[in-house]
């Protein structure tokens, strides 16, 4: 694979939106949290499909100030995202029995949710940056472990991989892309990447051929007494 230009850039450009925000929010709402626990280092795959998406992406909790209502939590949120220039939604949801005060924030297809209720003084963060295409998709097969010229003497080549080795069905990617473009497990390896039936040789002990594996290479079928 090689990098698309520009699109590290831009979701490390976007991550930092995020982070900034995160933090002030974090400190405004829940001063007692402990910032060193959120982890906005790296991007990670948002979506296996071929090529993978990347995002940055997080979950937080903190507590709500003592004295301080779910309710004025939740307008203090809205506030601060609104004078920051995000677009902001307020709603109700229920967890189980309980209703849960929802702040959404939106800016660059950047997500921030904030979620609170008068039921317990936990407030959780939930965020994330659109997922992006980072590496353009340039698969090539491998060459093969074995060929007929360099097939060990009293060997033949693998019958399911002609002396790949890998998995002839994926190519030792271990996944193929199924019709949504979305990665899933090759059901010829079972995603361990080797040919299931030479484990990776190439090529077979004629000695330890079975009958029905004799009958994939005609020079070795016994002739009709």
Same mark, same amino acid.
């Given at each position: 694979m090689s990098d698309i230009p520009g699109a590290r850039?831009?979701?490390? &450009?976007? @991550?930092g939106i995020l982070r900034t925000r995160l933090v002030e929010l974090i400190t405004a709402l829940t001063p007692a949290a402990d910032l060193r626990l959120l982890f906005l280092n790296d991007p990670t795959i948002a979506d296996w499909s071929e090529p993978p998406r990347y995002h940055y992406s997080v979950v937080f909790r @903190?507590? &709500?100030p003592a004295g301080v209502t779910a309710a004025a939590l939740a307008e203090h949120a809205a506030a601060l995202l609104g004078a920051a220039g995000w677009a902001v939604t307020t709603s109700e949801r229920m967890a189980g029995e309980q209703i849960r005060l929802v702040v959404a924030g939106q800016r660059e297809g950047i997500g921030i949710e904030i979620r609170t209720g008068e039921n317990n003084s936990g407030v959780m963060y939930e965020a994330e940056t659109p997922s992006l295409v980072?590496?353009?998709?340039?698969f090539q097969r491998p060459d093969p472990v074995r060929t007929p010229e360099t097939v060990t003497p009293g060997y033949v080549l693998c019958y399911?991989?002609? @002396?790949? @080795?890998?998995?002839?069905?994926c190519g030792g990617r271990g996944w193929l892309a199924g019709p949504d473009g979305k990665r899933r497990r090759c059901p010829e390896c079972n995603s361990e990447r080797v040919c299931p039936i030479c484990r990776g040789g190439g090529e077979l002990a004629i000695s330890q051929l079975q009958p029905f594996q004799r009958e994939f290479y005609p020079e070795l079928r016994r002739a009709p007494e």
């Open positions: 850039d831009e979701l490390h &450009r976007l @991550g @903190g507590e &709500r980072l590496e353009t998709s340039d399911e991989c002609d @002396g790949l @080795g890998w998995c002839p069905e």
